[in-house]
């Protein structure tokens, strides 16, 4: 490697946010948080993603904790580190489309609360759901990252991933990420493809992915030698699995090489040290199932995430139907195909996936069809990469002329509205957002925070759900299926 030229690799580290919502369904509460954060900034990260995703919903609805104050905790704690979050797109956090203003007022509290890299996605791809939140964030001078969702299917060739890099940079992104939700990206792809969107854009490239097939580390090792600038990874305690790779054994693989971090393992040590009790406590209380931390070769098979995985087991358990899980799995790629082969990646990961339980369950495919997967062929999600299966379009939708503008051009400022709705429990600016994504499980929040105030030993300890947090429920929800 003596012709290669100098270049060390940067690494954001997910213990705060995607590690913990992969591992153990985001659970990790701020006060487990707040003592490391003091040897985390002294690491030198490119940056910590510590926000955003399902963080959000999470602290609300089972730790009983304001997202916005944790969001404020972690920037005085992390004075000398950006602090990163993911950002749905069109969606924000919430699994709903929202109107310009909430989006852009959403971002400006997020920067002006401490962010300073929003990793923006979409779960078709359809940069038109991206551009009011990289305008937002460039207005507020953060950094906008537009993240592809990676998946396999015939349109998804190099050409495409090429062309995409050269319209996210057009679209004024500062950087690139690739977001290998699955854990589907082989190393030797990994080759091809971060070599093909660097030939489509000058900006700079990050590599995330999850070890659910067991090829991450070494995906991260070709994708760097290719030109990748920044990886995601996650303290040991909380790696691998359907989690990232491990820092510490990253930081290690590139030492002595032009592309080590310099980061100090000593100082890595003591804070996988501190995480590491953190992790015997959720192992033993089951929040940390095994399962989830060993090898799943059946995701290059049938292209599924882990949390989609633990999704699907959670709806047939309770359908008395766990029987049905190869079937299932059969049948997610054909729902996919007729939903236009998109990524599977919240929410489309969790519709398509309940689709298939039902295809199956009911003995006849489209029997039932849920709200959600009505919304996706009516074209409220956007566009895919290719069409939807016009059959199942019709039994859906019927004759209703399907939408095929940017979704949100549709949707009427809510912003004033949203205040309206929930002025009596504001006591933040910040609130209206929260009331705006999850109107229910926030209201919920407020009453326990006003109960908290005016007497401070009143406390309400959050009650463990069954499955994932996202799961849409296949026996409750029956007003969807018709």
Same mark, same amino acid.
């Given at each position: ?95 709903? *489309? &929202?109107?310009?203003? !909430? ?5 400006? /509290?997020? @920067?002006?609360? +401490?962010? %300073?890299? =929003? ?90 992915? *999850? &070890?659910?097939?067991? !090829? ?5 090792? /070709?994708? @760097?030698?290719? +030109?990748? %600038?920044? =990886? ?39 804070i996988a040290d501190y995480f590491r009790p953190y992790r015997e406590e959720v192992l033993k209380e089951g929040l940390l199932n095994p399962k989830v931390l060993g090898v799943n070769i059946k995701t290059l098979l ?25 079937? !299932? ?10 939903? +236009? ?99 229910? !499980? ?41």
């Open positions: 490697m003596a012709d290669i030229k100098k270049k060390p690799i940067g690494i954001t580290e997910t213990i705060l946010r995607d590690a913990h919502q992969s591992l153990i369904a985001t659970r990790m509460p701020t006060s487990e948080m707040l003592p490391i954060l003091d040897k985390m900034d002294k690491v030198g990260y490119h940056s910590i993603e510590c926000w955003g995703g399902a963080t959000f919903d999470a602290c609300l609805r089972f730790l009983k904790e304001d997202p916005w104050d944790r969001l404020r905790a972690l920037r005085k704690g992390l004075p000398h580190s950006k602090l990163q979050m993911l950002f749905r797109g069109q969606n924000i956090l919430g699994y709903n *489309h &929202y109107s310009d203003d !909430v989006v852009e007022y959403f971002v400006q /509290k997020s @920067v002006a609360n +401490g962010i %300073d890299i =929003i990793r923006i996605f979409d779960c078709f791809n359809d940069l038109r759901n991206l551009e009011t939140a990289v305008k937002a964030a460039k207005k507020e001078g953060a950094h906008a990252q537009i993240a592809l969702s990676y998946t396999l299917g015939e349109a998804y060739t190099l050409e495409y991933w090429e062309k995409m890099a050269k319209s996210i940079e057009e679209l004024g992104a500062d950087s690139i990420c690739i977001k290998d939700m699955a854990g589907l990206l082989v190393p030797y792809t990994a080759t091809e493809l971060v070599t093909a969107l660097k030939n489509g854009s000058k900006i700079p490239l990050q590599m995330h992915t *999850h &070890y659910t097939s067991g !090829v991450a580390s070494m995906t991260y090792l /070709k994708a @760097v030698e290719a +030109g990748a %600038d920044v =990886i995601d990874c996650a303290m040991s305690p909380l790696s691998m699995g359907t989690s990232q790779p491990a820092t510490e054994v990253m930081v290690e693989t590139f030492k002595g090489t032009p592309y080590d971090t310099g980061y100090d393992q000593n100082l890595l040590a003591e049938y292209q599924v995430p882990g949390g989609m995985l633990s999704n699907l087991v959670s709806q047939l358990k309770e359908a008395h139907a766990e029987d049905k899980y190869e079937a !299932v799995l059969k049948e997610i790629p054909n729902v996919r195909k007729d939903f +236009g082969e998109p990524p599977l990646v919240t929410p489309s990961s969790q519709i398509v996936g309940t689709q298939a339980v039902l295809n199956v369950l009911s003995g006849e495919r489209y029997k039932m069809i849920t709200k959600e997967s009505k919304k996706i062929l009516a074209g409220e999600f956007g566009r895919t990469v290719k069409p939807f299966n016009k059959e199942v379009q019709k039994k859906a939708i019927g004759d209703a002329e399907p939408i095929t503008c940017r979704p949100a051009d549709l949707i009427p400022p809510q912003l004033d509205k949203f205040r309206e709705e929930c002025k009596e429990w504001i006591q933040q600016d910040e609130d209206v957002l929260s009331y705006a994504l999850f109107p229910q !499980v926030a209201t919920e929040f407020f009453k326990y925070r006003k109960a908290k105030q005016e007497n401070p030993d009143f406390d309400k300890k959050p009650s463990a759900p069954e499955g994932n947090d996202r799961t849409l429920n296949v026996t409750v929800a029956a007003d969807a299926f018709k």
